[in-house]
């Protein structure tokens, strides 16, 4: 179970579970001299996006262009935008790493956060769009009472925005320090800066150039090294999985494994690992990770950035198509690195533990194949990569601040757009600030739970509420409202009584929750619960909600009324 | 701002045969396609989670198990399917809705 859990941690966002024990155990101790061609290349990075940023902060003028770059991007660029979400620095480090400790365990993950976007492809994407201006609760709330689904909306896009920020910031944080050998709360710092900057005066235009910017060097970067592991075996998938086997094999028999032991250990990488032990973790797992994508409030915003529906479902495919390519690199890049970096005593310590953290598999796989030179880009890359996931969280929970609590509920929708442009910018300050002094805050910190507590909220609360208000008549205000809370309650209260916090954290022997993630609970009771109360809801209003659903219906399949690329 | 269509007009259009026979193809197709990916992925979860041996079985007696293929071919089979939905949307489903939406402005 706690390899469940920091399995979903190194993958979903950022993670480094291994860079923050390593930290524990040697304060400071992990920290590499510093790496100059590094550094210089995070330089050139940096210009080219503040360059972006310069550029979008002049057509950034209304709250429509702040929050959705005024619905001007198209599905191809959108694509690679919400990949370039996808492929965090914990995707290709955490996955990488993870296929170099456990094999075939790695590609596990992967699949479960791809898997998401078909879901939210046929399901929702289309109707996002036609029905949604800034906000995923602007679909949420769309034909009930305003206040209380958007209050609903707004603290559970903070909650799931916060987490996955938290554990951003702290994996940005270790992985500068072992990257570039800054100290932990310069990078902490830097990160929060250049982040503000971005989304400042760039707003979601720069936000999703620099995504894109970074996912094409990504993408570039994988598929380099993957070439370059494939080509020393003449392009055999086969060759290069007998090699790594017998690399794990010789590996367990130096550590004294009787031959037999050893041989199992090496074909055990080939196999379904850590995923075995309990089945219901497993099954809670798969549906947080499926279902969390398609309630995650920086991916859902995305939607509202393309012109139409059409767009929105290209940006789709795009996604899927770059995530599950971008897996399959990851995959490769695992065994490559167990064939060439574990077998290489310069990238090992005395123990026989990777130089610099677990994490650091395919950052040595990238010197092994590329030298100095391709080291340095690799590790700007993977900063970069950090910096714009960062600045995607950042304008969501904004959006979810003044858009939905500020301009929508306080000012009750009387509120210019000028003066909600002016309370996002207040709250890109507020956000920036929190997560840099929560980043420190949370140093040493496993952030494991973290980023696999955002996932299993999301598919706790916002998954149900959307679903439900968009596919179902008979939902009401309350019910939504006290469906999501439950959702979202339950999803936190699973979460600390789990082995993570009540054991890890908290020092209590034995977990009240033994599994995993809360998800196969959470998740069911939130819509048990919509369903309950909206059905019992005999108010006026519930009157008003179910009235409501046939106009949104036909709104949501055809885009009638939707907010267009030229007028919102 | 858009031009604001009125809900009774939605209401009217809901009940058009354009309108029924849209949302009826685009839904149906959209469940059948939810429904294998569910399946395919739930499907590979319970076979590690009950029978983790199973996908670690050699293929042609090599390195390679049969894991490999059937995590592969997922990732093929969401991005496939997810090919299928956007070809038979832009095909199909829009000219459909053309239709249904000249029906509104005349």
Known sequence: MRRIATGVATVGGIALADAAQAHAVAPGGAQQPTNWIALGMFAGFVLLTLGITRWAARKTKTASDFYTAGGGITGFQNGLAIAGDFMSAASFLGISAQIYADGYDGLIYSIGFLVGWPILLFLMAERLRNLGRFTFADVASFRFAQTPVRTFAAISTLMVVLFYLIAQMVGAGQLIRLLFGLPYGYAVVIVGVLMTFYVLFGGMTATTWVQIVKAGLLLGAATFIAVAVLAKFGFSPEAMFARAVEVKTQLALGKGATPEVAARAGSAIMAPGGFVKDPVSAISLGMALMFGTAGLPHILMRFFTVPDAKAARTSVLWATGWIGYFYLLTFIIGFGAIVLVATDPGYLDAAGALRGGGNMAAIHLAHAVGGDIFLGFISAVAFATILAVVAGLTLSGASAVSHDLYASVFARGRVDSAKELRVSRITVLVLAAIAIVLGILFESQNVAFMVSFAFALAASANFPVLLLSLLWRGCTTRGVVAGGATGLVLALGLTILSPAIWVTVLGHTAPIYPYGSPAIFSMPAAFFVIWLVSTLDRSGRAAVDRGGYLAQRVRSETGIGAAGASDH | ?106
């Not at chain 2, 149906?28 to 294998?36: E, G, H, N, Q, S």
């Open chain 2, 1 to 106: 701002m858009t031009v604001t269509v009125q809900d009774d007009v939605l209401e009217q259009l809901a009940a058009t045969p354009a309108y029924r026979h849209l949302t009826r193809t685009r839904n149906r197709f959209a469940a059948v396609l939810t429904t294998i990916i569910l399946i395919a992925y739930f499907g590979f979860i319970l076979l590690i989670a009950f029978d983790p041996t199973f996908l670690g079985r050699s293929i042609a007696g090599g390195a390679t198990t049969l894991g490999v293929p059937v995590g592969l071919g997922i990732i093929i089979l969401a991005i496939a399917l997810t090919g299928l939905y956007v070809w038979r949307a832009n095909r199909v489903f829009d000219a459909d809705l053309a239709a249904v939406l000249r029906a509104v402005d005349a």
